[in-house]
């Protein structure tokens, strides 16, 4: 079944297919239709990317310290929450890691949030975004563990604990290391897909009463699964940095 087009993407298709072809020329890649080589997930990614520098533009400008604003005290409050969150969950050290995980945070939470705007898709709902921050949320875990532990120590962690054990342990350990981007991936993208069906379907049926209860439901949903995905990359953070402590 063809991707219907949003209107977002007929504007990128009609303005800018000629640079989007250029890229994957350069990647050796090359569009179904060069007519139309930009697709909703893509879009609706960079319109995410711009609402948030916008929102954080404006709202430094008003940043005050005696006389902060609502907004502001609104990203306080989430700001606190997170680092927190990131205490609790990846160690006394996870703050310092709090960068990543508040930016993946309100990127997914912003990015399911627009599947409630008319007109609007989730890109999360689509396979390729969840799984490029799950690729991100991997290569960063597994950067900072190595930083923490040193290659070595990295590979004595995946080892295990006793040296007779590891040619067992080895194996299990990359098995377990690399299933968590297929993990999170397929945790954030059913369950947006999921939830922007059932909406799409109810909104067929009426448009009363019920398509509320449905699109109540799908944001208390964005704010779930943008919250798992952060703790879990917070705990994968903090698995490798503590591990490395106890070494110390």
Do not use: C
Request: proline share 6%.
């Amino acid at each position: 079944m063809p991707e219907h087009e949003l209107g977002i993407t007929k504007l990128f298709n009609e303005f800018l297919a000629g640079p989007a072809n250029s890229i994957l020329a350069m990647v050796g890649k090359h569009a179904e239709d060069p007519a139309k080589p930009w697709s909703n997930w893509m879009t609706m990614q960079i319109l995410v990317a711009l609402i948030i520098v916008v929102v954080f533009g404006l709202l430094r400008s008003k940043i005050s310290w005696d006389k902060p604003g609502k907004h502001q005290h609104i990203w306080e409050t989430l700001y606190g929450f997170l680092n927190d969150q990131s205490e609790e969950a990846a160690g006394h050290e996870g703050p310092h890691y709090l960068h990543l995980f508040s930016t993946l945070f309100i990127f997914i939470l912003i990015a399911n949030l627009t599947g409630v705007v008319p007109l609007f898709e989730s890109p999360t709902m689509f396979a390729q975004v969840p799984l490029g921050l799950a690729l991100v949320a991997f290569f960063y875990y597994n950067a900072m563990t190595i930083q923490a532990q040193g290659f070595g120590g990295f590979l004595k962690h995946l080892a295990g604990p006793v040296w007779w054990l590891s040619p067992l342990m080895f194996p299990i350990e990359v098995i377990s290391h690399l299933a968590r981007p297929l993990s999170l991936t397929i945790r954030l993208y059913a369950n947006m897909y999921a939830g922007e069906q059932v909406t799409i379907v109810f909104l067929g049926m009426t448009y009363l009463f019920v398509p509320v209860i449905f699109m109540g439901l799908h944001v208390f949903v964005s704010f779930l699964q943008a919250y798992i995905f952060a703790l879990l990359t917070m705990v994968y953070v903090g698995g490798g940095i503590e591990h490395a402590h106890e070494e110390h």
